[in-house]
């Protein structure tokens, strides 16, 4: 029994330790790389109306500044999309059925190759600025062949600040 007050004071002091309100640590680590998160444009890719149940295509597509801010960073992922597949897509000015033209040189994108899964993906770097105002979506084709046959699209929503 001689030793229960010093294991007392022992579990107290621990106590004391883990519990202490006057040790300050930072919620949230940040890194540079994390620098522009509240700039980038996000997207949601669907297929059109018209094309129900014939393509259910989805995916995402951002838009971001790139590492030095003076070009433009644009990544696509779909999902559910036909095996093999191959879909040119671009960023264009406007909003899905309001097309104001590419956003940047238009051989900057690179055509998304479908894999087994039914994902793609896909990267472009367009030399210009990060817009911070306007309309912007990602429109996603059936194929080279068929340029004219929208089978995804998605309206970029502008960062929140």
Not at 3 to 27: I, K, Q
Not at 31 to 55: C, E, F, I, Q
Not at 76 to 85: F, K, Q, Y
Not at 112 to 140: C, H, K
């Amino acid at each position: 029994m001689s030793n229960y007050p010093l294991l007392l004071l022992a579990v107290s002091a621990l106590a004391l330790t883990a519990c202490n309100p006057f040790r300050h640590e930072p919620a949230v680590q940040m890194s540079a790389k994390d620098g522009n998160l509240n700039s980038r444009w996000h997207a949601t890719l669907a297929s059109p109306a018209d094309l129900a149940g014939a393509v259910q295509m989805n995916g995402t597509a951002t838009m971001a500044p790139g590492a030095k801010g003076d070009k433009t960073d644009v990544v696509l992922a779909l999902a559910n999309a036909t095996p093999g597949g191959v879909h040119p897509w671009q960023l264009h000015r406007g909003q899905c059925g309001a097309d104001d033209g590419v956003f940047g040189p238009a051989d900057a994108y690179q055509p998304a190759t479908v894999n087994s899964d039914g994902r793609a993906s896909a990267s472009a770097t367009v030399p210009l600025q990060t817009p911070t105002t306007g309309s912007y979506f990602v429109i996603v084709r059936a194929s080279a062949a068929n340029a004219a046959t929208t089978v995804a699209c998605g309206n970029l929503a502008p960062p929140t600040r």
